[in-house]
């Protein structure tokens, strides 16, 4: 997903095309969202003590 993402914001930049940049910028913010996601229930288990447990 970050390779899909830096690929496509490199390739709007080259093409100068805003359609392609905006479809750039919407794949960078969904990683974005993502990744937020997964760190936030990551943290989330990691203090309720359920992540260490085997």
Do not use: Q
């Not at 905006?22 to 990683?31: F, M, P």
């Amino acid at each position: 997903m970050a390779a899909l993402s830096n690929a496509a914001i490199k390739y709007a930049l080259y093409t100068d095309s805003w359609p392609l940049t905006a479809i750039a910028v919407i794949v960078l913010a969904l990683l974005s969202i993502v990744l937020l996601v997964l760190f936030v229930r990551t943290l989330n288990i990691l203090f309720n003590g359920k992540l260490l447990k085997g």
